[in-house]
């Protein structure tokens, strides 16, 4: 081969290496997440292991916090885990009532007139009989402007007096509602340092048309009173109040919610209210996550929860002798080998023990092994906390229905009703009192004939998800 003909060739190999480094590489394929512990696939065995459950230290306080993962292992590269967790007060030591610093904050607006009032005023009244001289009461009404009549402890005359200015209240104006927390807090903050346990109590039949109206600042003041040292509950009664407001007072508040259609039921709520602040162990109780570098994200299922970095907290409602509340927790983990036990999630409560005067905390940290081999981690995964992920899963596709609900469009609430149905159906032995609430619903719903059948039926719903989600604070 003479020397041009080497050197054409040469050219040629370089021109077409030339192309070939020209031409993008093809994309690496997408990492394959593991969701052996989220998803059950058609051909797995159902899960049969149980783990021990852990128990958070020191664990001599009035809240016990436990916990397990959903399963020994984790596989390497992306997956996902659950974390379920449970709080329980001890019980109440025996005759041993907390005497309270009280606001009732009523709405006598214009849409209260009639039944409604009367039924307030009389659940007002059985309120006040069972305070006794250690308790104050501050009584607050509010339709556009707001009456204070002052705290006091609950001597027989104050009572007489408290009872005179419940007689005398009269529906008239729009709903203040921040107006009527406002003056609450102010009443009950001169005596936070005297008492354990300071409690407001919110009834409202509406939408809050006065003062703060919209759901973020109504939230915001009560999580600043909250943080104050200040409970709310909010009860919602009657077709037209708000659920979503209610619900997230007490949530950001630390207290009960109420949705109550029938106003008689006002004077059972008001003495269980009484009852929840007499016997409470637990106050400004909160759960923080701390996630170590292996969780990439953290669902909080059902809950409200903020993150900052590392942390993320989780408000929770006071708590009385033998109360409870469930945590789902989902995990979006990328785990690297390692023969050491992975950290997946330190769980920490903090609280006000109520009978020793003082912030308290306990800790629970969630470790799994890691490992490459798929099979094994299907073969230890948790059948307790399978039940629990499962039934927080169906219950998001409940909520969303519930939202459907309200907007009209039946097609898509029942579709969302039945992805439930077959999240459920995946534990149909362990959930088969959550698809027989669900055949109920869905029947109910079907029937509904009016706007006002429909809400009813979303809010019964949307209680129904509150249970499943693992929270005893609604009524």
């Not at 394959?32 to 159902?46: G, L, N």
């Not at 309270?100 to 009389?122: E, F, I, P, T």
């Not at 939202?403 to 039946?410: L, P, Q, T």
Request: overall charge neutral; hydrophobic content about 40%.
């Amino acid at each position: 081969m003479n020397r041009t003909l080497l050197l054409l060739s040469a050219a040629g190999l370089l021109a077409l290496g030339a192309l070939s480094l020209g031409k993008p590489a093809p994309p690496p394929p997408p990492p394959v997440t593991d969701t052996s512990h989220t998803v059950a696939r058609p051909d797995d065995q159902p899960a049969t292991a149980v783990l021990p459950l852990l128990v958070a230290q020191p664990s001599d306080g009035a809240l016990t916090l436990t916990g397990k993962l959903s399963g020994t292992y984790v596989q390497t590269g992306d997956s996902e885990a659950f974390a379920w967790m449970e709080l329980k007060a001890r019980p109440v030591e025996a005759q041993h009532r907390v005497p309270v610093n009280m606001a009732l904050v009523v709405d006598r607006s214009g849409s209260m007139s009639g039944q409604k009032l009367a039924d307030a005023k009389r659940a007002a009244t059985e309120l006040v009989n069972r305070l006794t001289p250690e308790d104050r009461l501050a009584l607050i009404h509010y339709g556009t402007d707001v009456k204070v009549i002052p705290s006091r402890l609950v001597t027989s005359e104050v009572r007489a007096e408290l009872l005179a200015s419940i007689d005398g209240i009269q529906d008239d104006g729009s709903t203040n509602i921040s107006g009527g927390l406002t003056e609450a807090a102010s009443a009950l903050r001169g005596h936070l340092s005297q008492f354990r346990v300071s409690r407001a109590i919110l009834l409202s039949d509406g939408q809050p048309t006065a003062g703060l109206v919209t759901e973020p600042e109504l939230f915001q003041l009560t999580r600043r009173l909250r943080d104050e040292g200040i409970t709310v509950s909010a009860l919602g009664v009657g077709e037209d109040f708000q659920a979503s407001l209610m619900r997230g007072m007490a949530e950001q508040g630390g207290g009960f919610s109420g949705f109550l259609n029938d106003s008689s039921r006002l004077a059972e709520v008001f003495s269980r209210e009484l009852d929840q602040a007499t016997s409470t162990v637990a106050r400004r109780v909160e759960l923080r996550l701390t996630l170590p570098p292996s969780v990439r994200d953290v669902e909080v299922m059902g809950l409200p929860s903020t993150r900052e970095g590392a942390v993320v907290k989780v408000p929770l409602y006071d708590l009385s002798g033998e109360q409870s509340v469930r945590v789902v927790v989902k995990l979006t983990l990328r785990a690297s080998a390692t023969s050491e036990a992975l950290p997946l999630l330190d769980a920490t409560v903090h609280y006000l023990d109520v009978a020793r005067d003082m912030m308290a905390e306990s800790t629970l940290p969630l470790k799994a092994q890691v490992t490459e081999d798929a099979a094994l981690v299907r073969a230890h995964l948790d059948r307790d906390v399978r039940v629990h992920a499962v039934r927080a899963l169906g219950t998001q596709q409940m909520r969303a229905a519930v939202e459907e609900m309200k907007r009209g469009n039946r097609k898509g609430a029942v579709g969302l009703l039945g992805n439930a149905r077959k999240l459920f159906g995946s534990s149909a032995a362990a959930l088969s009192g959550e698809l027989a609430e669900l055949d109920q619903t869905e029947a109910a719903y079907g029937r509904a004939s009016n706007d006002g059948d429909v809400r009813r039926e979303s809010l019964n719903l949307y209680k129904k998800t509150m249970k499943n989600f693992g929270e005893n604070n609604a009524y």
